[in-house]
């Protein structure tokens, strides 16, 4: 759910604030985490945003974690909106095991190297004045989502 909350943070600071206004991400983490099965959980992240243009709703986010190359980890955040001002915005959603990832390889991550990891996020942004603008990131290296020298 971290790396779901990191990917939000930095699309949306990047994209919507060259097309939105100004948009910033402060502080962020974990709020709840909680098995659903085996392979998945479900959970919530908190974000700071501090936005001084119009608000924004964001729907339709989903997410792919890649180790290796091969799809990991599976995503999908409920839709949220952010008001003008600063805010905490809390943001639920669900993650998986992909078909092939087992909970050995979840293991396997107590020796994380991030640059095995890659990730794919897509998502929806609709101002409060509606404007619409479907948003992408893909391949981009866990390294550097994560700013880890």
Known sequence: ??????????????????????????????????????????????????????????????????????????????????DKGARKTVISGRASLCDGASLWSVLGMLFFDPEDYSVDISLKVIMDSGSVKVMSKKNMPLKELLKIN
């Open 1 to 82: 759910m971290l790396i779901i909350a990191s990917m939000l943070s930095l699309i949306i600071s990047e994209q919507c604030r060259a097309q939105f206004g100004n948009i910033s991400i402060g502080k962020y983490g974990i709020e709840s985490i909680a098995p659903e099965s085996f392979t998945a959980i479900k959970g919530s992240v908190y974000l700071e945003v501090i936005n001084s243009g119009e608000g924004f709703t964001v729907s339709d986010i989903s997410g792919m974690v890649y180790k290796e190359g091969m799809p990991f980890v599976s995503g999908k955040a409920n839709m949220f909106h952010v």
